[in-house]
Every structure is written in structure tokens, then in C-alpha cells.
């Protein structure tokens, strides 16, 4: 079957005339090894009549020649691509999106007889004129070893930019096409994320940096200044703003710090320009891939998603220790979009601070993180993007939508919230039974679970041991039997210890039984005595001590516990340690009860 | 009247008094009236409907709150009391319609609450 290239194109190309979807055959592939273990394709290509050298893969297509898609012979049409000027006046194509519509093994061979096409001649000829513009260029340039050869087809890795130019004659071009082989561009992008200054001390020296991201109609990338450009740039750039940004190093994205869809980030150096520009209409706000708050159940938990809703509701912000002793401020806010689902939504820190959200604004995220957490919710990390009421069309879509019909819609909420009192983990409630036949615990982490269970026997010996008296420590003191206690964590002794407990008990339900430890706080609710007073009766008063014992049977709790299978030398066991018992709030078990109730039956 | 603490007393609520005239039931509900007498009272049940009940004696005490009521549906629909009993609300507030909807619960699936005794034991 024949199929019809696209003649002229190559000359099109080649002299910057834009050309749609031109079909072109691949002639040769040729992959060069970037750094970083990144390689790049570059491709000549024939349109029938001519054939060019200079087009090059780019990156997010490498699969298509990894995978051999693409071969010599195989008639494609190219998509998407943008043209770029060498500092020599040559061109290269970089191909952007290209569909392969025959591969190699279904054409005989080169259509036509192309020649390569050279610049200046409408009939390809090997051109004396060429040859000498390559040799000046050879000698400007020997130091970047690039491979320059006299050829006017082949070209290797393109001339640093040498600082003669002034920025503003550079054309402008896509963040899309960035890439490490070329430093002589510009780009017109939006600052959509400033972070704030960052200050590193090591054995090597220090320094600081700072990172914002790039957003414009091609694509986003991250960008770092370090040291000299922190101070040439940091007060220049305002966030929101758009700027005209040049010659800036590209290198292959750490993928670890920036979650944007870019093979490569940028730092500035000494010979990068920012300027502010003027006309920013067609910049866009950001760049996002916003998900459907319904959509959010069915990915996985700890991806990093974009979302916008509505803020139904705003609760007021509060303070929380966190696990290294540091107090942070938190909100959470109920987001909901047009699928008519809710989903919690935390913010932190100053965000949620300065956070208002009277008047149900819009509020869009950029890389919010997407949690298991009572279901489903999501929450702001350090790097996220959170913009109220921000001007994109989603966000008119929204609050229109909202006005009309939204705000009288209840609504189904993605994060099982627990009642006033309650917001701690996930409410995962098993029968003592389940987590005999589930096998929770089994895994390589521990199981969290809850349950309603009765207490049928608590062991009294070995309930209380002597801890060390100091606040915070609740290591077991020796009795160095001088009256004098030992804590070898605190490497101190004291005149006296603190009674702690640690009980060992068996509560039940209507299917089965299950030993469980219970530790200090949890113990105390259970018995109903501090250990404090429980110490002083046992070595008092044994029959008060022994009804006290007696008095805890046969109490129902609401128990929230931890299961893990444990391992002593050769021996396995399932071990169940009381995380938090609670008198059981009967309203809130029955309405469960219920809600199970006309669920089983209605399947 | 004696034959009320003999035979099971199914709960209910006011939709459901038709159907069980002439039998024994029990009847939660909150005191909107007591009649000047002493000797009737009207509630509501978790559904909002009301019932009448009648007593023997007239009211020594004051009632106030959820009451709940055992007795025998009489031909015009009105519980004859035989004991009631004032649910305490002190610590915790009694839940109407959450009973009303557990109360639901046990006459829609009766297989697995067999409250019924044959009285020939």
C-alpha cells in the first residue's frame, strides 16, 4: 500500500513556515547519550523530495524509539513539534507528539529518491557555502567539544550560547521543548509556587537556595537559584506573576522534590535573565490536572493530586502537638465538587491560619496529598499550591454550578468523620471474631481495629510495677533495697517510684474472646481507679484491692486496639494491645447497628 | 388487667395501635398533655404521632419527658395503662427517633426477633 509524505515539508520546516501534521519517513534513528543516563534521538527524516537531519526526539517520545516504533523506514506524522534556531542560523525540529501511521516492516524501503535538503537551495546540493560557516563556528566553540562537522547535515550537540546576545531578540519558546541541549532560549511563564528561602550548613560549606515553579500554555518546571542568583532574583520575583526567563541550565528533574510533569528542571545562573512581562493574558494561572472528588476513591492512597471544590465548610483552626514536640496549626475544610461528593480536606500551618473561608470560596490545590485517612481525604503539603477563587474557567464552572444547584445539595462525604470527640484513625470496626478469621495483624504492619467488647476477667498479679518517678519517663526502677530506687534510663536514683499498670485481660463479644494488654490509660478507665490509689490497696487493703478487680467485670467498652503478629525465637503469637477504651456511646452504636442492619438486608 | 404481665408486651408506636387492639403492648413516648384530671395523658412517638393513654388512678407526680407506658389497646385506640415509667434523662438525652427507627427494625424482620412466648408454656 502506498502512502503519500508530505513533499515540501522538509523545506517548509527548514525555513520556519509552520506545517500541520506533515507526513515524513524516518530514514535513519540515531541515539546520543545525554548525562544523567538520559538519551536523545535525533531522526532524519524525508518528505519524498528532501531528506533533514536535524530533527530531534523529544524526551517523553524515547519509549517510541526505545521500543522500536520507530525504525528506518517507517512513515510518520508529526503532531506536535517546534523549531529551533542555532545560534549559526541552522534549524532544528523538535518533535513534540508524532504517531507512526506505517512502521518500518510494513514499507519496501525509502519512497522516492529524497537528497538532503540544504538551506538557500530549492534543489538539494552539496553547497561549498555551508562548509564555511561551520569552521567559524568549530573554532568559537572547540572548547564545549562540541561535534560540529563540516557536513551541513549532521550536527552534534548544539553551541553553548555565547553571552554576545542580549536576551530580548531570543525568540520565545514553549517550557515544553526546555531541554539540556540547547541554552540559547526564552521562555514566558508564570511563577506559580514561590517557596521561601532555604539555608544549608555541611561539612562542604553553606549557601542557600530557593525553588519556585514555571507554568505556561506548554507545560510546567521547577526552577532553583542558588547563593548569588537567591540574591540577584528572590525579591524580583513575585508569585502569580509572569516573567520572560532565559538561559537558565537545564538538567534532568530530581523527581523526589517536584512532583511537575517535566523530564528536566531548570537553575539559574550567572547568565540567566528574569524580566518581568507586561502582557500576561494568555499565560495561564496554573497548571492543573484537577481529579473529580468522586473519582478520588478509586486511586491510590499517597498520590499526589490536583482538586478543586467548593468550601461547604470551614472549620476553625486548632493547635496540635506533633510527634517531635512541635506545635503546628491545622484546619480542616469539606470540599465539594460537581460530583456532589465531599472529601476533608487539611490544611496546615499559615495556610490554615490565614485561611477564611466565609462566603463558601472556590479552593483549588496543586498537589495535595491524597490519604486513606477515614476513607478518603487529602491534605496540603509544604510543596502544594493552594489558591482561593482563583481565575481559572474551572473554578467560574464551580461556582456557578454551586450558586444553582449545589449549595442545597447535601451531599455524600468520601472521610468517614467520627462524632464530636472522636478524629483519631480510621474507625474500622471488627467483632472479635473477624480478627480471629481476617487474620488481621498478619501483615507486615500492625492492624488498627475497633470493637464493643465486655471485660470477663482481668489478671490482678503482676498488674502494677514500680516506674521511674521522673515526668515522661515510665521506665521499671530497681529496688537497690536501700530504700533508694534505680531508672537506668534516667541513670539516676530516687527515694521513690510511681505506681504505673499494665493489665492483662480477656473481654468478649457475642462471638468470641480475646486476650488484650492494657497499659496505663486504658487500664485506669477499665478499672476505674488511678494506679496511684490501686498500688496504695494492694499493699494495704487485699479485699478492697480484689473488688476493684471484681467491681470492672462484665462492663462493656468501646476498645480501639492494635494487632500484630509477633515472633519470640521460634514461637508466633498474635498479640492485642489496648490502644484506648471508651465508655460505648449508645446512640452512635445503635444508628450503626442499624445502618448494618438495612444493609445486610438489602442485598 | 392482670394478664398484661403474663404475655409479651411488643413495642410499639402510634401508627401500629390499630393493629394490636385488644392486645398488651408497650409504648415510648414524650408527654405533650395531661389532662386536668389527672386520669389521661397524650404522647408522641418518634414519628411525631400521638397516642392517648388512660390511667386508673389520676397522676400523683409530675411527669415530664419520655414515658414509657404498658398496657392493654382499647376498641377506640387508647392505651389503659397498667405501669408507666419516666425514662431518666440526666446523664444522657433519650434518642425518639433513633428508637423509633430501631423500633422499625424489629417489626420488619420479626424471624430474628421472636418476642412471641406460647402461652401454653
Known amino acids: ?296 476513591e478509586s486511586r491510590e492512597k499517597d498520590t499526589i493530586i490536583d482538586v478543586i471544590g467548593v468550601c461547604k465548610n470551614t472549620e476553625d483552626v486548632t493547635r496540635i502537638m506533633t510527634k517531635n514536640s512541635r506545635e503546628v496549626s491545622k484546619r480542616n475544610i469539606q470540599l465539594m465538587d460537581m460530583s456532589g461528593r465531599i472529601i476533608q480536606l487539611t490544611m496546615w500551618g499559615n495556610d490554615a491560619e490565614t485561611f477564611d473561608g466565609s462566603g463558601q470560596p472556590i479552593l483549588a490545590i496543586k498537589g495535595a496529598r491524597l490519604s486513606d485517612f477515614g476513607g478518603r481525604s487529602l491534605s496540603t503539603l509544604y510543596s502544594s499550591t493552594v489558591m482561593i477563587n482563583p481565575d481559572i474557567p474551572e473554578a467560574y464552572k464551580l461556582r456557578g454550578w454551586y450558586d444553582k444547584e449545589g449549595h442545597a445539595m447535601d451531599g455524600q462525604s468520601m472521610t468517614e468523620l467520627r462524632g464530636p470527640g472522636g478524629g483519631g484513625g480510621n474507625t474500622n470496626w471488627k467483632t472479635l471474631a473477624e480478627v480471629k478469621n481476617e487474620h488481621l495483624g498478619h501483615g507486615d504492619k500492625a492492624d488498627y481495629f475497633s470493637c464493643i467488647a465486655t471485660i470477663v476477667y482481668i489478671r490482678k498479679e503482676n498488674c502494677l510495677y514500680q516506674a521511674c518517678p521522673s515526668k515522661d519517663c515510665n521506665k521499671k526502677v530497681v529496688d537497690q533495697q536501700n530504700g533508694m530506687y534505680r531508672c537506668e534510663k534516667c541513670d539516676k536514683e530516687f527515694p521513690d517510684f510511681k505506681y504505673r499498670l499494665m493489665l492483662s485481660a480477656n473481654i468478649a463479644d457475642f462471638g468470641d474472646n480475646q486476650w488484650v494488654t492494657c497499659f496505663q490509660d486504658s487500664a485506669e478507665t477499665l478499672l476505674g481507679q488511678n494506679s496511684g490509689y490501686l498500688g496504695q490497696l494492694k499493699d494495704s487493703n487485699e479485699s478492697a484491692f480484689d473488688e476493684v478487680f471484681q467491681h470492672a467485670n462484665f462492663n462493656t467498652f468501646v476498645f480501639r486496639n492494635r494487632v500484630k503478629l509477633e515472633t519470640y525465637n521460634d514461637e508466633s503469637r498474635i498479640k492485642v494491645t489496648v490502644v484506648d477504651a471508651k465508655p460505648v456511646d449508645h446512640r452512635e452504636y445503635s444508628k450503626r447497628l442499624i445502618i448494618n442492619i438495612r444493609k445486610l438486608a438489602a442485598q | 388487667m392482670t394478664g398484661v404481665y403474663e404475655s409479651p408486651k411488643p413495642r410499639i408506636n402510634a401508627s401500629m395501635l390499630a393493629q394490636y387492639i385488644g392486645r398488651s403492648v408497650c409504648l415510648v413516648g414524650r408527654l405533650e398533655k395531661v389532662h386536668p384530671s389527672g386520669k389521661a395523658l397524650t404522647l408522641s412517638d418518634g414519628e411525631g404521632k400521638s397516642a392517648s393513654v388512660e390511667l386508673n388512678e389520676p397522676l400523683d407526680e409530675e411527669l415530664s419527658g419520655i414515658v414509657e407506658v404498658i398496657g392493654m389497646v382499647s376498641n377506640k385506640g387508647a392505651i389503659m395503662a397498667v405501669s408507666y415509667t419516666q425514662y431518666r434523662e440526666d446523664k444522657i438525652s433519650f434518642d425518639l427517633e433513633l428508637y423509633n427507627e430501631g423500633l422499625k427494625v424489629l417489626h420488619d424482620f420479626p424471624q430474628y426477633y421472636p418476642f412471641e412466648v406460647s402461652l401454653s408454656g
Open chain 1, 1 to 296: 500500500m502506498t502512502v503519500r509524505l508530505s513533499e515540501g515539508a522538509i523545506e517548509s520546516l527548514t525555513k520556519g513556515i509552520e506545517v500541520s501534521n506533515p507526513v515524513l519517513q524516518c530514514v535513519n534513528i540515531r541515539k546520543i547519550d545525554g548525562g544523567n543516563g538520559l538519551s536523545r534521538f535525533r531522526l532524519m527524516m524525508s518528505d519524498g523530495l528532501h531528506t533533514m537531519s536535524s530533527f530531534m526526539l523529544s524526551t517523553q517520545l524515547n519509549p517510541m524509539a526505545e521500543q522500536n516504533q520507530l525504525a528506518s523506514n517507517c512513515v510518520c506524522m508529526l503532531k506536535r513539534n517546534v523549531t529551533n534556531v542555532l545560534k549559526d542560523g541552522r534549524r532544528v525540529v523538535v518533535i513534540l507528539d508524532m504517531d507512526v501511521i506505517k512502521s518500518a516492516d510494513q514499507m519496501a524501503g525509502k519512497i522516492g529518491d529524497p537528497t538532503p535538503y540544504v538551506e538557500g537551495q530549492s534543489k538539494p546540493q552539496q553547497n561549498a557555502a555551508p562548509a564555511p560557516t561551520a569552521r567559524p563556528l568549530q573554532s568559537q566553540n572547540g572548547s564545549d567539544g562540541s561535534m560540529n562537522r563540516p557536513s551541513a547535515q549532521s550536527f552534534g550537540k548544539k553551541p553553548m550560547a555565547a553571552p554576545n546576545t542580549p536576551g530580548g531578540s531570543s525568540k520565545v519558546v514553549p517550557i515544553a521543548s526546555l531541554n539540556p541541549y540547547q541554552s540559547k532560549w526564552t521562555v514566558r511563564a508564570r511563577v506559580t509556587n514561590k517557596g521561601a528561602i532555604r539555608t544549608w550548613s555541611n561539612s562542604r560549606g553553606d549557601g542557600k537556595l530557593f525553588s519556585m515553579e514555571l507554568v505556561d500554555e506548554s507545560g510546567e518546571i521547577r526552577a532553583t537559584g542558588f547563593n548569588n542568583e537567591v540574591d540577584k532574583f528572590y525579591s524580583l520575583i513575585e508569585q502569580g506573576k509572569v516573567y520572560y526567563i532565559s538561559k537558565g541550565t537545564l538538567k534532568i528533574a530530581n523527581k523526589q522534590f517536584s512532583s511537575l510533569k517535566n523530564d528536566y528542571e531548570m537553575t539559574l545562573n550567572g547568565e540567566t535573565t528574569i524580566s518581568p512581562c507586561e502582557d500576561s493574558h494568555d499565560v495561564p494561572m496554573v497548571q492543573c490536572d484537577f481529579v473529580s472528588i468522586a473519582d478520588l
